[in-house]
């Protein structure tokens, strides 16, 4: 091994002999990277994973303040074997079961549809499905919000459930983060599937496909590497689901305080004032999303090969 | 400013030069700025000789108290920083600036978050520093600044408890407006047989902090402080009693459980679909300004009670707190001296909000300074001058934000018949006592020993 580099190095300043100084170009030119990801990314990575090992104890009546002591890993168990933990993991597992194949399935229809040489507008169409996307989350939950609530919205009499109970606001969540989504996936396919080659195209119809067949057997099948990265990011976003319910909880005591894991690292950090257990959460469902992502990538080298 | 004329002047090459140059002169005058402001920070010495304070605070009217203190006198300045609302976010900033070692040096707080934000350990010992005021302020506003007889936090307003009804409503149906629990029952009912989409209140099942203000009533205190330790009895007698009555009131479908406030709350006011609302005295502004039109139709009177016992509850209230970081105490204090004892304070809250201080002296100005144009009935401030004497002793928890969050959550099932309110309380009598524990506090479970 060390011989390897050194006769390396041997060669390599024989033949450039400017080659340190080049190091030195190549380093600050990743310098910046380097720094922020340092200050942005590992730095509180590692101040959580630290932070999840102490706890806040206070003693008596409390007014003291607190001392931190070392707890190990009883942040973890604590959340591991917390039930409103396991409710909040029930509650995302559900949203993303309805979630994904319902806000996938539109996409791949749109984008396919936009594709497909028959429809005119097209670019008018593309925009009108992108635009939820382009309302801020927070205003996109308010007017739902609104558009659920007894008395001034008119979905409450309309439908058959009551979309803020117990039985219909999952499907109002849903509802929400597909039609603020579907429209930048269909972005992602319908770019994909213009990718596509003609050529491709042309010898299915030659083979006398037609559009559905092309569609199914072609089309699909040729964007599935992405299909995949978007629902990598769908996964992960779903895991992270904060806003929506965050912004029910006006409208709704329906939505707990720990509806979501997201929304239960909320309430431990922000209003129980348990950082330690909030932080020890945060790793979990950071681990809990890395292992999914690797899990769809997987998967999707599994299927293209 | 430099960046203005360079922005604004444009087109021509030499102009663009120029701007250019200004530019990089602006952006390094921004740069020895900070620098000189990051030094500057230790010191809290302005230039014109004021000592500088910084406040953060969410109170309606603050910036105007704050501009009428600046320039009453010359020592202080207070900076004010205005910050979301308690629990939507102004109680995390606070808790998190203090973790942080660059809290303000006052901070805003609700009675019913003070001993929360104790444990914290970022407060500073007001006892020996306000010992003087302790006769001046209304003696349910002293005690909740001083949970363990030690004072936290100077009292800036205190909110009392009351029935807010449409008058005309109850004197066309010809409904008595209810003095006690009970008849609250039969004119609930009484407002339903008139109008059958028609409800007398809601009881919102989202509000903690409203659930306790009428559990607070109920005459049993949640928490209380015997000696060294918490004693918790949140399903104790008063409470339950309290509980149940409302159980029967929600699943009878006599009162509506929807929160309170929101838009479709204001929406059932202005179709005369709620003829009342249990509230505070901040329900005086969030009257007027949901229902400008409705001049003349509402009326305000004490909360109605349980039997004889002449008692009411409170709900909100702001005091103010000095930072245990602060490097100028002393003149957070004479900032907080005059918010709280000044008679300019209530005069300048007459013209912007209903004014209800907590120091008695500013009570009678806030009386004499607030012209009531909107409410019939009874005068104003001698209703919730009669509730504000009214109010029993009360501690508050300090876990009381959690607790609060809690309710909201064990009571959601409460419409859907998953559970009723009696046996949500002993869920969470159980799980306060248990995160209590766990923070390492010295708990002792159930009420009176």
Known sequence: MTIA????????????????????????????????????????????????????????LGFDGYRQVFTGLANYTHVLTDPAAHTALGNIALYALIHIPVMFGGALLIALLLNSATVRLRQIWSLAVFLPYAVPGVIAGLIWGYLYSPNIGPLNEALPFDPLGSGGVLSSIVNMATWQWMGYNVIIFYTALQAVPREVLEAARADGAGAIRTALSIKIPMIRPTVFVALMFTTIGSLQLFTEPMVLRTFTGTVTSTWTPSLYIYEAAFTNNDYGRAAAASVLLALASALLSALVMRLSARRSR | MVFGTSSDAGGGSSRTLRSRRSLLRAASGLGVAALAGGTLTGCSQSSSGATRVRLWSWLTGMDQYVAAFNASQRDVHVELSVIAAGTSGGYAQQTNAIRAHNAPDILHTEYQALPQIVTTGGLRDLTDDVADLADGFLPAAWRSVRPDGRTWAVPMDFCPMAFFHRKDLFDKAGVQVPRTWEEFAEAAAAVRRTDPRAR????????????????WQAGDPWWRVAGDSWQVGIDTKGTMGMAGYWQDLVSSGKVAHTPTADQSWISSLHQGRLWGM??????????????????????????????????????????????????VPEAALTFLRWLSTDPAVPRIGAKVTFPSPAYLPSRKVAREAYKNEFFAGEPLFDVFDRAATRVPDWTWGPTSLSVFSSIADVLAPVPTGGTTIPRALHTLQSSTVATMRERGLAVRNGGRA
């Open chain 1, 5 to 60: 580099v050194n006769s390396q190095q041997e060669a390599g300043e024989l033949r450039r002999p400017s080659r340190p100084r080049r190091r030195f170009t190549g380093a600050a030119l990743a310098a910046p990277f380097a720094v922020l990801l340092l200050c942005t990314v590992l730095v509180p990575i590692g101040y959580a994973l630290w932070l999840s090992l102490f706890t806040d104890r206070l003693s008596g």
């Open chain 2, 278 to 327: 249990l509230g505070a005295t901040w329900g005086v502004g969030v009257m007027k300004r949901s229902l400008p039109t409705a001049k003349g139709k509402w009326a305000v009177t004490t909360l109605p009670t349980w039997g004889d016992k002449a008692v009411n509850g409170a709900f909100g209230g702001s005091a103010f707190a000095v930072a245990a970081q602060s490097e």
């Open chain 2, 200 to 215: 007398i209140t809601t009881f919102p099942l989202n509000d903690g902090a409203f659930f306790a203000g009428m559990a």
